[in-house]
């Protein structure tokens, strides 16, 4: 029986598509540079891109500023508290929420991001901070590795995991993205693939894949009546 389910938060708990656009939209205003269109956006990242492979073409064009200059300004946007004004949260996740803590399904965050500080205020500010026990975050690995290429995030989780499941012995899910998919590979943990339609898709064979938060919930109820 499913006892604790650990949820990553980006682009999981989190709707982060006007995030992503701000992050592009902020910096490129204040270096006075085209900002790529929301659509522009949305085809990359659908197709696996980072934010690098966005963003460079249109740096080339401009002579009066660095592809560093850049990523200093995204990611000072992104580690502040008030960017989860930006986020929202995904559809039916309280429907979810609900039927997990009527159920006595404990809930955790794991995520690669800096600032945990971020993930409560978007919590309280969505009246959902209720809902989960703990929230790991990469400042509680308690060393410095920084979240910005794919590689690291991966690592960032993988040692977020590896110190949770050294407290818990019960049964745990892990639902999130690909990265999530990497990390938890070897672990004695249960994954659910939740396929966000803004990132790229990933055919996991034998791994579970749902598509939205009600999907998600009746998932979660089939695995609980499982013994």
Known sequence: MIQKIIFDFDDT??????????AFDIPCKKLDIKVPTRNK??????????AKDIIVPYLEKSKSTTENRFFYLRNQFLNNTNCSKYLQPQKNLRLLL????DRKIEC????????????????????????????YVNSDLGFQLDNHGKENRVLIK???????????KEEIVFIGNFEDYEASRGLRLKFIYYQNS???????????????????????NQLGNTK
Do not use: P
């Open 13 to 22: 708990i989190a709707d982060n598509q006007l995030l992503d656009y701000m």
């Open 41 to 50: 956006i949305r085809n990359g990242r659908k197709k696996g891109l980072l």
């Open 98 to 101: 609900e039927n997990l803590k």
């Open 108 to 135: 955790i965050i794991c995520s690669s991001k800096e600032n945990k500080n971020i993930i409560i205020k978007f919590l309280e500010e969505s009246d959902l901070i209720d809902y989960f026990s703990a929230i």
């Open 158 to 168: 993988r040692s977020l995991l590896h110190s949770i499941l050294k407290k818990e």
């Open 198 to 220: 803004y990132l790229e898709f990933h055919n996991l064979k034998q791994t579970i894949t749902v598509k939205d938060m009600i999907q998600l919930n009746r998932t979660i």
